[in-house]
């Protein structure tokens, strides 16, 4: 049986000599509300080689999920470009597989004719999809539920068939928005897991949102941190860590109190932005 997903982690270049998939150059993206207008990124500049793993650290409102957006092509820059593989992204596309919070699984479909949809749209032979949905069921240990609705899943095995779906389509670089961001502690370590499991084994490029500093440690090659609005990158940082992680090491907590103090940074000016906008008032 040949596998369903291209295998090419053994082939791939290291992180430090991979081609550059993702760039992004100069972006600005800026939201009209009312008569205000608010500058969400300014000068963003950034590098994704293929393969990488890349986490995008902040408080909320710093622009993470408005920069993921832009790379996925739902809202293109006001300003500046990304582009993927030297073309110029202006909406989505197959080569953007896209991962959310909030599952986005079809509520009257099955979990096997969930991770199926996205092939039948593509019209895949009937025999190609049945294999390639039971290779991911397996991987993603939901073998078991195959049969299941989402109504009965809990949110963990959720989040497992929509990472499926996504997968299913092979698309070459995945993008995540904070995809374990509702689940406890001991499901969205096991979850953070398979995905590095499953990463290793495909060797897709990752661009993965969180506001967990620990998390985006445990996962990332890259943790780019950014700033309070208008969101820039405040500091790239290279996780020069062997996996598997361990949370206790000192070198781990070293780089994870050195990133606190950066995203306290930030998270103190959007308080204090808060305090003058109720003041305003």
């Known amino acids: 049986m040949t596998p369903m997903l291209k295998t090419i982690a053994d082939s791939l270049p290291t992180a430090d000599t991979a081609p550059v998939q993702i760039r992004v150059r100069d972006v600005e993206k800026t939201f009209t509300v009312g008569p205000q207008k608010i500058v969400a990124l300014q000068g963003i500049d950034l590098d994704i080689r293929r393969g990488e793993f890349v986490c995008l650290l902040g408080p909320s409102g710093c622009g993470k999920s408005t920069l993921l957006n832009a790379v996925a092509g739902f809202q293109p820059p006001t300003k500046g470009a990304v582009t993927v593989d030297g073309r110029t992204i202006t909406a989505p596309g197959p080569d953007r597989g896209m991962v959310f919070q909030e599952y986005a699984l079809f509520p009257w479909m099955t979990v096997a004719q969930n991770v199926a949809f996205g092939l039948e749209i593509k019209k895949m032979g009937k025999a190609e999809i049945a294999e390639r949905v039971e290779w991911l069921l397996q991987k993603l240990h939901l073998q078991d539920f195959r049969n299941r609705y989402p109504k009965d899943l809990?949110?963990?095995?959720?989040?497992?068939?929509?990472?499926?779906?996504?997968?299913?389509?092979?698309?070459?670089?995945?993008?995540?928005?904070?995809?374990?961001?509702?689940?406890?502690?001991?499901?969205?370590?096991?979850?953070?897991?398979?995905?590095?499991?499953?990463?290793?084994?495909?060797?897709?490029?990752?661009?993965?949102?969180?506001?967990?500093?620990?998390?985006?440690?445990?996962l990332a090659d890259r943790i780019i941190v950014m700033t309070y609005r208008p969101g820039t990158i405040k500091r790239d940082v290279r996780v020069d860590m062997p996996r598997p992680r361990d949370g206790a090491a000192p070198e781990f907590n070293r780089l994870k109190r050195e990133l606190s103090q950066m995203v306290m940074e930030e998270q103190q000016r959007f308080s204090q932005d808060e305090i003058r906008s109720v003041t305003a008032d």
């Open 154 to 218: 809990s949110g963990g095995m959720r989040q497992r068939v929509a990472i499926a779906r996504v997968l299913a389509l092979d698309s070459p670089i995945l993008l995540m928005d904070e995809p374990f961001g509702a689940l406890d502690a001991l499901t969205r370590r096991t979850l953070q897991d398979e995905l590095l499991r499953i990463w290793e084994e495909v060797g897709k490029t990752i661009l993965f949102v969180t506001h967990s500093i620990e998390e985006s440690i445990y």
